[in-house]
C-alpha cells in the first residue's frame, strides 16, 4: 500500500503528516479539510495527479502501485471540496475513494468499483458530492463504448435519478450529431446504477454537459484504444 502524503520517505508525497510537528499554519489558522479550495490538476498519469492532489488538499490517499498502474487521472480545475476534487480526479479510472479515520487522522483508500449497492449518503450530504458520483458513474459508463466515448462530440443531457440510485429517462436536450450516437448514449444510460440513493433534497433534473476535446480526434477516456 502506497501513500500520497508530503515531505515524509521516498515512497510518499503530499500533506504532512500530523505527527511529524507543527504544519506551516499557526494552530488557530489550519484550514478545515471539508473547505473548497483552488484545484489546477491536468490530466495524467494517476499516481502522479494523487501524489499533487495530496499537497493541494492537505489530505493523506493510500493506493497499491499495482491498483493506479497504467490509469490516466481527469483534470480537475477549480474550486472543490478535497472530497468532490478526489472524486472528479479518479472519474473515469474505475476506482473509488473510501474514506477512513476521522478528525486530522482521516485519510482516503482507493479500491475498484464493484457492482455491490452502497450505502445512503448521509441526510448532511452535500448535493454537489452527489453530483460529482453522478458525472463519475456517467462518464464510466460512456466510456466503456467506444461510439458513446466522450471527446469527439457536445452533448447536453438531463438525467433524474430514482430513490434507488438509478438514472431514469435520460434524454438529450439536443443531438450529438449522429442519431445512431444518441440512440447509443441513452441506452447506455437508461437503468445505470450508481451505486448510492440521492440525497432527498436533491433538485432534479440533473444537467450534465459533454464537450469536444479542443484540437485532438482522440476520444477522453483512458485506454478507449482497446474499447470496442
Known sequence: ??????????????????????????????????????????????????????????????????????????????????????????????????RVGSGAQSSFVLRELDDEPAPELPQAANDRRYDGLVQRRVWEALCANGQTAPGRYRAVLMLEVDASGRLVAPRLVATTGSASRDQAIVATLHGLRLGAAPPPRLAQPLALVILPRAGSEATACPDAGARP
Open 1 to 98: 500500500m502506497r501513500s500520497a502524503a508530503c515531505a515524509c520517505a521516498l515512497s510518499f508525497a503530499g500533506a504532512p503528516a500530523p505527527a511529524a510537528g507543527p504544519g506551516p499554519w499557526p494552530t488557530s489558522a489550519v484550514p478545515n479539510r471539508q473547505d473548497p479550495l483552488d484545484f489546477d490538476i491536468p490530466g495524467q498519469d494517476l499516481a502522479a495527479a494523487l501524489e499533487r492532489y495530496a499537497v493541494v488538499a492537505d489530505q493523506t490517499v493510500l493506493f497499491s502501485d499495482e491498483l493506479v498502474a497504467r490509469r490516466r487521472s481527469a483534470g480537475v480545475r477549480g474550486r472543490y471540496t478535497p472530497r468532490e476534487a478526489l472524486d472528479l480526479l479518479l472519474m473515469g479510472t474505475r476506482l473509488r475513494a473510501e
